[in-house]
């Protein structure tokens, strides 16, 4: 889900490029993310620019509460504040506290054989929540979009999605509740998902998309049209072989921010189909080796830990690219302290260290000075080794026979939680328990801009 036009911070549906007079904005969309602060994106002006709510004290109490009944923890990723910002979890907490259904819903742009550390984010947290709340997973895999923006041919996309399967796999999926899609190979059998893509389309106006996503009129018009194709798996009538034609079925998708633009779309979209909004969760970015201005890459080898480098390479790329908060010299280091908020290897602590108690003891001597770069890093080194070397004892158990299971497009034994209903019975003129939002409207030229405010 990467790869295009650089376009500047959009706030909704049918928004244009906006300019902070003041500084220099930070670059947030699908395919770029570029800060000029040493700290990285300003995440709390993201909110209020895409009209998010900031995932608060109460909603992690009521996570707090939800893991503790199925005797788990909430996540390190949730608890540390890394997934930030959503959109409608309220609800999606809600139905889970009142026994109601939902799935869940992410995905990844295989552009590369090789996936780094920041591609887990998803994965990880994905699999959570699938854990906690015990519902499906279905996952896209937008080859179809890598040969649009890459110079890739389909044969190659389509390997590439086979490949990336593999580390979806090993993230712990559960087999029976998780459905892994190639668009290539997906979208041609099922005529459910093609029709939902045709229903979304016909709703999104050219004006609206080049708003939302910077197209120009030398883009290609495939394009154009792909928004709707990441649309179309937010609703669960894209899924028969699961959900049984249901239209009912709400979804929450853990994404970076960056992936929030496709979601606004179809969340406008939604109402006017008579479906659920999806709900989001939207995590901040996994900062590349050399500072948190931007995020990792997949094209650039020195950006980021991949999840086949060696342990050797693992050491050397810490060692020597990780960008460091602390002082030139060891005297003023000890006397000064390092600067944690822009310190990469503490920063990955934060993501892969699972001690709260450690990594505070950690942050606390880093910033006192009592504990040096290099002695950091070798904290980060370790985990980061014993991570990766488990994620690839993973990966080489997932076999063709295994991909495939994970593809099946036959009935899953969960479809059965979700019996068909009655015929007509789905056609409400308003989708009941589907939560308000609150919407301001602008006029900047000729366009109007919606920006939820919920």
């Known amino acids: 889900m990467s790869g295009g036009p650089t376009v500047q911070i959009t706030d909704s549906m049918d928004t244009v490029n906006e300019v902070n007079d003041e500084n220099v904005e930070d670059i947030v969309d699908p395919w770029t993310v570029q800060s000029s602060n040493a700290k990285g994106v300003d995440y709390d002006k ?17 996570f707090e509460k939800i893991a503790a009944s199925r005797g788990q923890k909430v996540h390190p990723f ?83 999605s086979r490949e990336n399967t593999k580390d979806i ?23 459910e998902f093609y029709w939902n893509m045709k229903r979304i389309e016909k709703l999104v106006t050219f004006n609206q998309v080049k708003g939302i996503f910077g197209f120009g009129d030398s883009d290609c018009i495939g394009k154009i049209s792909f928004p709707a194709i990441q649309a179309a798996p937010s609703f669960s009538s894209s899924f028969p072989h699961i959900f049984n034609g249901r239209t009912d079925i709400p979804c929450l998708i853990p994404c970076a921010i960056d992936q929030d633009p496709y979601f606004r779309m179809t969340r406008d979209v939604a109402p006017r189909l008579h479906l659920s909004k999806p709900a989001l969760m939207h995590s901040v970015f996994f900062p590349a080796l050399q500072g948190a201005q931007t995020k990792m890459s997949a094209s650039d080898p020195t950006s980021s830990v991949f999840l086949t480098d ?23 280091h000890r006397k000064y302290g390092g600067d944690c908020e822009v310190d990469v290897s503490f920063q990955y602590l ?105």
């Open 46 to 62: 993201l909110i209020k620019r895409f009209g998010s709510s900031k995932i608060d004290e109460s909603l992690l109490n009521r």
């Open 78 to 160: 949730i608890k540390r504040g890394l997934f930030f910002s959503h959109r409608d979890l309220d609800h999606i907490l809600s139905l889970h506290e009142q026994g109601k259904h939902f799935y869940l819903y992410t995905g990844r742009g295989p552009s590369s054989a090789a996936m780094h550390m920041g591609h887990l984010i998803p994965f990880m947290t994905t699999r959570y929540l699938q854990k906690l709340f015990d519902v499906p997973v279905v996952i896209q895999l937008t080859d179809d979009e890598k040969f649009l923006w890459k110079d890739l041919q389909l044969e190659e996309c389509f390997g590439l």
């Open 169 to 191: 796999i090993a993230c712990g999926f559960d087999p029976e509740k998780t459905f892994i899609f190639s668009d290539l190979s997906y979208i041609g059998s099922c005529k």
């Open 310 to 332: 060696t342990l050797a390479q693992i050491k050397k790329k810490i060692n020597k690219y990780a960008f460091s908060g602390g002082r030139d010299t060891i005297e003023e």
């Open 350 to 454: 934060q993501f892969f260290l699972d001690d709260d108690d450690e990594l505070e003891q950690i942050r606390k001597d880093y910033s006192s000075g009592a504990l040096l770069t290099g002695e950091l890093k070798q904290k980060l080194i370790k985990i980061l080794q014993e991570l990766v070397g488990h994620h690839q004892a993973e990966r080489a158990k997932v076999t063709e026979e295994v991909i495939n299971y994970f593809w099946r497009t036959d009935k899953y034994a969960c479809s059965e939680k979700y019996p068909p209903l009655p015929k007509g019975s789905d056609k409400k003129k308003k989708k009941k328990g589907t939560p308000k939002t609150k919407e301001a409207t602008d006029e900047i030229g000729n366009l109007k801009v919606t920006r939820e405010t919920t």
